[in-house]
């Protein structure tokens, strides 16, 4: 038996990874706050990790000595400190602070970047500004303000790099005593000082590498960006000829439904002898004739409402709580002629619960999938409507199995995808549209539902409809055992 869950989620303009801003091409907000939680989370290793190394000063700092690693003077506990609280001040700007002019993604990482620059900037002049090639961990941040930031922002933070750059150097060999090598490094293997003119060429040669960094890293990143601008355009247009085109089949479909009603309304008077006999023969095409008729009736209705359940937003949409039981009853009500000329039994057996939908829809959702079940059972079967619920934690499924055709398992993957219908359904079923399931899809995806489909090959199929923050009625809950 193959089993296949399916998820929906309605897009939604938050989830657009890029966002015109005037001639600009930023990232949006919702990437760069997950860029910032992944940033505070790499710094909470790096806190973790000068944490452990200061542990390890502390329990065999002889045995570090002999290889040349000495005591740092405190530094470290300092840095620690800083970017704890620096980071605790990222989070709760994101959580709990109301988005504002002076609280943006934007400005939480800018923020972040001068935070760690400085730090950075204490740990290369402990560390030496000269003599390490510490220095070179500066890059990063230009890179990142190059991928996260326009180029004249990212030009702003290679020019801060290179003042603190600078100004550590210049400290380091004008104002006091140049770092040995490194204070990880005992004295007795560090070099003698460099000359006053070597730091000074030293200077010159990273902050000129930085601008040569931020220039190469800029450049790609707008070649980057244009590329990203006319995917954008291109996504934007082909939703646009989407949606035209959706317009024009629908308007063709409004313009076929009048006359393919006149048409059937005229069979049907001939047929019922108001235009005089007619033979055998002229009866069985008008019979003929009224069943296409029916069928594309049916196709016509099908398609008004896949594509009004498509205009559906749930920024405006109603959802309100409606009893399972309620709706499904009428579903059955509706359903029970049709499974009746088929010879197909309806068994409902169900628990009542509470869900939080769109009631129209989920009617809608319901009785397309039971009259699925009954289109493709076999004669004098049933199909059974049960569920299963956990109190728990508030979830219930809805399951409704025919004991039908079945699904090929290679089929399974594609059954909501519009206007798809298998040969084995189509063999058994030749008036189908392929549109029932697409509805279905539509409905859950606008209610917010889960779907699971169990089916094995002329042995039938299950969907199990997921409903999560139900509620049990008042009745059910006196009627539980204390």
Known sequence: MAI?????????????????????LKLSDDVLISNIRWFITFRWILIVTLVFFEILMLSASDTLAQFGISDQNKWPIAIIVVLIVANIAYLFALDHCRPSKYNSPSINLWIQIIVDLLCLSVVVHYIGSTTTPISFFYVLHIALACIFFSTRESLYVTILVCFMDTIVILVDNFFITQTPLSTLISSRLSFESERIESALLWMFFLDTLFIIV??????LSLIVRAHERHLLDAYKQINQAQVEKDQYALLITHQLKSPLDAIRSKINLIKDGYLGETSTEVATALEQMDVRAKNMSGLILDLLRLERLKDTCLDTAVFEPVEIQ???????????????????ALNLSVKNFICNVIPDQLGILLENIISNAVT???????????????????IAHITITDHGIGI??????????????????????????????????????????KIKVASEPGAGTSFSIIFNDIEIPAERIAALPI
């Not at 869950?5 to 657009?16: A, G, L, T, V």
């Not at 931020?214 to 450049?219: A, D, E, G, I, T």
Request: glycine share 2%.
């Open 326 to 344: 309620t709706v499904l009853q009428k579903c059955i009500e509706k359903l029970t002629p049709v499974a009746n000329s088929k010879q197909v």
């Open 214 to 219: 931020w220039y190469v890293v800029s450049r």
């Open 376 to 394: 493709y059972s076999h004669e004098n079967s049933c199909v059974e409507i049960t569920s299963e619920i956990d109190e728990l934690n508030h």
């Open 408 to 449: 090929e398992s290679k089929d399974l993957p594609n059954i909501f995808n519009e206007y798809f219908y298998s040969p084995r359904a189509a063999m058994h079923n030749k008036a189908t549209s392929g549109i029932g399931l697409s509805i279905v899809k539509i409905a859950a995806e606008n209610n917010k539902l």
């Open 4 to 24: 296949t869950e399916f998820s929906w989620n309605k897009p939604s303009n938050q989830n657009i990874l890029l966002e015109i801003k005037g001639d600009k």
